[in-house]
């Protein structure tokens, strides 16, 4: 009895903790949910829908609504609605689609806020700076971007983060995790597995809120590419001396995003070689060092006013071990010379390189599934077969199976979605990852890797 009532008093405790920590944040939440579910719901209900779609342009739905939600409920929404809509498979695709509104569409900040930060990081802006620019150059969930000229007169670009962001995100996830275990008793949704999906946002989130972090990662990969002599290719580099974990002072970028077709031919630049260019250095970064830029939409992909390729925001970064990316070479060559019972062992091999030691025997029904999902492309020919969309189907084949594979190989998969996308704006009839110039220079790297030791 004295066990079970300290058991209960220690519960109690905690939930004054939690309540204490979130009290406000969890009002907030309810008071912007509630409001926009009310009135929809009016709307919905008078019969007004077709009127609010002939004078605004959309119409009121549910996908509108739940983007819109989370939009008004802050940064931490707003990425957990771009991890959604960068996940084929998690939420209905009119859902996903709706989603992806916020993938390059976040409300900047005011000037006076960004400056507050600014200042409470170094000092005044005029002990710094000549002068930054009051219009942002970009604006993010997490931060947003201004031009700057420091006292020696260099130009830089200033990325820095909203403030009290911090104690907003920890809130937030905080609330999050509760929905998610809340969510899980629902079969329909627990088929996504809502507790994961938050951890992976968390994670996000703690590398994203460090900018000391970001500026190693910065380094790590012009260290990387100058190494492999990709010397076209790189990220800003960092001016330590003005950069906190707040606040990142980096050399400023002057180019084209990769997508703008027109400025890019405009500017004389091949786009197609560009494009693969920057692959091929993100792909041996990737197959030789293990290290690779895990957020490759088109704002962070420019091709320069030099030509060469910049890679910009390095807050969300992946990175394969050895054993991982062995098995990634295995699966890709079983993938490609049609040997699913091969395709089933890297994946089986995969699992457990993430921990699942309970998958010992490569199973026969996942080999017939792998066959039946790679066959059809690989009888169109290797040219056009789009390793953008063959390695999200195995992976969902995979999950089918139970097969728990490492986070970082979803993450890669998705920058495959990205580099695919750019590819056929660039040139529609070219498939990038069967082109010569791309493969000419990893095949070696991943003959290297399948024939290597594990270390």
Do not use: C
Request: aromatic letters at 6%; proline letters at 4%.
């Amino acid at each position: 009895m004295i066990a079970v009532a300290g058991v209960l008093a220690l519960a109690l405790l905690v939930g004054v903790f939690v309540v204490m920590r979130i009290g406000g944040r969890l009002r907030d939440v309810f008071v912007v949910a509630a409001r926009l579910l009310s009135t929809t719901f009016i709307f919905l209900r008078l019969g007004i829908n077709l009127l609010v779609q002939r004078l605004a342009g959309q119409s009121t739905n549910i996908p509108v609504l739940v983007r819109d939600t989370l939009e008004a409920l802050g940064p931490t929404w707003v990425k957990l609605a771009q991890l959604l809509a960068s996940s084929h498979g998690l939420v209905p695709e009119r859902y996903r689609r709706e989603l992806e509104r916020t993938l390059d569409r976040v409300r900047p900040l005011p000037f006076p806020l960004v400056a507050m930060v600014i200042e409470e990081e170094l000092g005044p802006i005029a002990s710094r700076f000549t002068s930054v620019d009051e219009l942002e150059l970009a604006a993010a969930s997490i931060a947003q971007v201004h031009r700057a000229v420091l006292s020696d007169g260099r130009v830089i670009a200033l990325k820095v983060q909203r403030p009290g962001i911090h104690a907003r995100v920890h809130a937030d996830l905080i609330i999050l995790a509760i929905l998610a275990r809340v969510a899980e008793w629902l079969p329909i949704v627990r088929l996504a597995n809502p507790r994961a999906v938050v951890d992976d946002l968390s994670r996000t989130l703690e590398d994203e809120l460090d900018f000391v972090r970001e500026a190693d990662h910065l380094d790590e990969f012009n260290r990387w590419a100058k190494e492999l002599g990709h010397d076209d290719v790189r990220a800003p580099r960092v001016i330590r001396e003005v950069s906190t974990r707040r606040v990142l002072a980096l050399e400023y970028f002057d180019g084209v995003r990769i997508d703008d077709v027109r400025a890019v031919a405009q500017r004389g630049f091949d786009g197609e070689e560009r494009l693969i260019a920057g692959m091929r250095a993100w792909f041996r970064v990737l197959l030789l060092r293990g290290f690779f830029h895990g957020d490759v939409h088109a704002g962070n992909l420019l091709i320069l006013t030099d030509g060469s390729i910049g890679f910009l925001d390095f807050g969300i970064i992946g990175r394969l071990d050895l054993e991982t990316r062995r098995r990634l070479a295995e699966l890709l060559a079983s993938a490609l010379t049609g040997d699913f019972q091969g395709l089933a062992a890297a994946l089986v091999g995969l699992d457990a390189v993430a921990g699942n030691h309970e998958q010992s025997n490569v199973s026969a029904e996942l080999a017939t599934d792998l066959a039946a999902l790679v066959e059809p492309l690989r009888r169109q020919g290797l040219a056009d077969i789009r390793l953008a969309e063959l390695l999200p189907e195995v992976l969902r084949v995979a999950a089918r199976h139970k097969l728990r594979l490492p986070r970082a190989l979803v993450l890669v998969a998705k920058q495959l979605l990205y580099f695919d996308r750019y590819g056929k704006l660039l040139a529609p009839g070219l498939n990038v990852f069967a082109d010569p110039r791309l493969l000419g220079s990893l095949l070696p790297d991943l003959l290297w890797l399948k024939t290597s030791a594990a270390t």
